[in-house]
């Protein structure tokens, strides 16, 4: 399924550089939909030669709500550097843009998950997050996933561990 996915997303940057940008964020970063649409270039950051995206917004989880804590997400040099390409030169930009309507362009980009790539899922956007996570459960490990996808040990034991078996080098 994984390399089926990446085979189908890999025309993405030339179809619709959007789809592409929500693709890496999903597939590459873990983020929800709630936080691909919040991210700007600038969250995008380079910490002892590890690359990180910043998200200094409330994400889902309650003890984060109404305060100034920043959770850091670590992304592969391919997913930063991907999206690095995107940046115009307004680092303050949003990463997918104010491009409209998002809610549409989330639902044309779920669309083609599930006629081309075959997702059956409610949320099909979310399945990528979820392929994520299941590569480095049975990768690098739980707690790996659980640092990524920013959830507990248990909800990555649950969800994400028996979801694929691979050996991939985790290109997106």
Same mark, same amino acid.
């Given at each position: 399924? =994984?390399?089926?996915?990446?085979?189908?997303?890999? $025309?993405?940057?030339?179809? *619709?550089? +959007?789809?592409?940008?929500?693709?890496?964020?999903?597939?590459?970063?873990?983020?929800?939909?709630?936080? =691909?649409?919040? !991210?700007?270039?600038?969250?995008?950051? %380079? @910490?002892?030669?590890?690359?990180?995206?910043?998200?200094? /917004?409330?994400?889902?989880?309650?003890?984060?709500?109404?305060?100034? &804590? %920043?959770?850091?997400?670590?992304?592969?040099?391919? !997913? &930063?550097?991907? @999206?690095?390409?995107?940046?115009?030169?307004?680092?303050?930009?949003?990463? !997918?843009?104010?491009?409209?309507?998002?809610?549409?362009?989330?639902?044309? /980009?779920?669309?083609?998950?599930?006629?081309?790539?075959?997702?059956?899922? *409610?949320?099909?956007?979310?399945?990528?997050?979820?392929? @994520?996570?299941?590569?480095?459960?049975?990768?690098?490990?739980?707690?790996?996933?659980?640092?990524?996808?920013? *959830? +507990? =040990?248990?909800?990555?034991?649950?969800?994400?561990?028996?979801?694929?078996?691979? $050996?991939?080098? &985790?290109? !997106?």
């Amino acid at each position: 399924e =994984i390399a089926f996915v990446r085979e189908k997303c890999s $025309k993405l940057p030339e179809l *619709n550089p +959007s789809w592409h940008k929500i693709y890496l964020l999903a597939a590459g970063a873990g983020l929800r939909a709630s936080e =691909i649409y919040q !991210v700007k270039f600038e969250d995008l950051r %380079t @910490l002892n030669g590890q690359h990180f995206l910043f998200l200094p /917004f409330a994400t889902k989880r309650q003890k984060l709500k109404g305060t100034n &804590f %920043t959770e850091k997400v670590g992304i592969s040099d391919q !997913v &930063f550097n991907d @999206l690095k390409a995107y940046e115009n030169g307004n680092p303050s930009e949003l990463i !997918v843009g104010a491009i409209g309507n998002l809610q549409r362009v989330h639902k044309a /980009f779920a669309r083609f998950l599930r006629d081309e790539c075959g997702f059956t899922d *409610n949320k099909p956007v979310h399945r990528l997050r979820k392929l @994520l996570g299941a590569r480095l459960a049975t990768g690098p490990g739980l707690y790996h996933a659980a640092r990524t996808l920013r *959830n +507990s =040990i248990t909800v990555c034991e649950k969800f994400y561990s028996d979801l694929v078996e691979h $050996k991939n080098n &985790f290109e !997106v």
